[in-house]
């Protein structure tokens, strides 16, 4: 079966614009969570998905959103983007939360945000 | 602060070369996972440790959950080059759903020179 798919792959905006990524599940899974990977900070937790409702979310500004779709599907957005946005944002998605783990986890390739 | 620390940060040996990445924090976990990560991918997942004192074997691979469950080790004999990538420990609490509850360590980059 499919795995996660994130979709773009690369992507350069420019500082103060805003950013739309997306994560298309692996098929049956309901459960989409987002998390941002840098050198410095290694992987940190944005937020948790399941059935179109956010569950949890972690300790970023409020400029960084997301929403799941009833497909599953999902995308996070960042407005008034700063170059400390740069990152690696990756999707990873489960059948249930709770149930992503342990074991239950499957992440994207992600996506490579370079702000400048 | 659930703050898994990785120990070394950066790895360099030879092919054929034995290796132990260590993680280590002062909470309790519940289960412990280790993924690789490869330049340009998401982490993959590699073993999930549950028990206190647990050692798990995948081919050369051996993961050991501490007995106190606060701390893990990776073991590699006979690194080969595949075996590049970024090691991750992630620890989560039971009872306690949601990915925001899975906690990643701070990663060691391993290269196996051929």
């Known amino acids: 079966k499919a795995g996660v798919t994130q979709t773009p792959r690369y992507l350069i905006k420019t500082r103060g614009q805003q950013v739309t990524l997306s994560c298309s599940p692996i098929s049956g899974h309901r459960s989409v969570s987002w998390y941002q990977q840098t050198p410095g900070q290694g992987l940190q937790f944005l937020f948790e998905y399941f059935s179109e409702t956010q569950r949890n979310k972690g300790n970023f500004p409020g400029r960084f959103s997301g929403r799941q779709f009833s497909n599953s599907r999902s995308e996070m957005n960042v407005s008034t983007l700063e170059l400390g946005d740069s990152a690696l944002y990756l999707c990873?998605?489960?059948?249930?939360?709770?149930?992503?783990?342990?074991?239950?986890?499957?992440f994207g390739s992600g996506t490579r945000l370079t702000v400048v | 602060t659930q703050l898994l620390e990785q120990s070394p940060q950066f790895l360099s040996i030879q092919e054929g070369e034995n290796l132990t990445v260590y993680c280590n924090s002062s909470s309790v976990f519940s289960s412990l996972q280790w993924y690789r990560q490869e330049p340009g991918e998401g982490p993959v997942l590699l073993v999930t440790v549950v028990t206190g004192g647990e050692v798990k074997k995948l081919k050369r691979l051996t993961f050991q959950f501490g007995d106190a469950r606060k701390d893990s080790s990776l073991h590699i004999t006979a690194a080969q080059p595949g075996d590049t990538g970024l090691y991750l420990c992630?620890?989560?609490?039971?009872?306690?759903?949601?990915?925001?509850?899975?906690?990643f360590g701070t990663g060691t980059r391993l290269t196996v020179i051929p």
């Open positions: 990873a998605s489960s059948l249930y939360p709770g149930k992503g783990l342990p074991g239950g986890y499957t």
């Open positions: 992630a620890g989560a609490h039971l009872g306690e759903t949601g990915a925001n509850n899975l906690f």
